[in-house]
Each structure stands twice: as structure tokens, then as C-alpha cells.
């Protein structure tokens, strides 16, 4: 005998449903067993959900608190003064003046804050390699 499904209800985009919970249910456990700094925010895979103090270079400088939490993380990363500095002597290094105008401020800002985060633990890691 076959079933009747309502025309309200869409089984497969009910499937879909079970599969994003499920995902963000899991992504969540893995987070509140992995996170030890307590800052840690729900990423979209389990690759990116990685916690400061697991990382050595990382844990070493933090200790056992957030590196978000280390006194030089605001002055020397999040700075917004810095940040304009190391963008333009970035777009210097390049030889490409042009660059500063081309961008938003927020992903100037970003870009440029990922660079002196990599470049504060771990100095220069070399061409092709990335974080």
C-alpha cells in the first residue's frame, strides 16, 4: 500500500534537516571536548576547530589562557594603528602602492591581522607554507 505524504511536508528537505543537526550537534560535542582556553567558537568543520593551546608554538606563548587573552594580542595584532602600518609597509614590500586603496578596511584589517598573528608566533614560515 502506498504512503501519502502531505503536500506540506518535504521528506527530503527534512532529511536535510536531520543532517545539519546532526552535524552541528557533532561539531558541537567535538568543540566542548577539544576546547581548552574556553574562548573557542563553533567553526563549520571539524578540521577548523581547533583550539589555541592545542597548537605549541601557540600554547607556549598563552600559557594555559586564550592567547586572545595575552597582553600583546590587542597592541600588537588587533590595533587598529598597527594593523594600518603593517598594511601599507606590506603594500611597499610589494612595490604595489595600489594596494591600499583596492580593499575594504575590514579585509585590509583581517589580512593583515592574520599575517602579524603568524608572523608574532611563529616569525616567517616560507613561501608555501600556511597555517
Known sequence: MARVVPNFLDLSRLKEKKVSLLLLLTL???RATR????????????????????????????????????SDFFGGILNP?????????????LNDMELIGQRSTHKKYRYVAYRQFVWWIWRRLGRGNRM
Do not use: F
Open 28 to 30: 558541537a560535542i567535538l
Open 81 to 93: 594603528v598597527v594593523l594600518q602600518i603593517a598594511y601599507r609597509m606590506r603594500a611597499m614590500e
Open 35 to 70: 576546547c581548552r582556553c574556553g574562548r573557542c567558537q563553533l567553526m563549520p568543520t571539524a578540521r577548523e576547530c581547533v583550539c589555541c593551546l592545542e597548537v605549541p608554538k601557540v600554547s607556549s606563548k598563552a600559557g594555559n589562557r586564550c592567547i586572545t587573552d595575552h
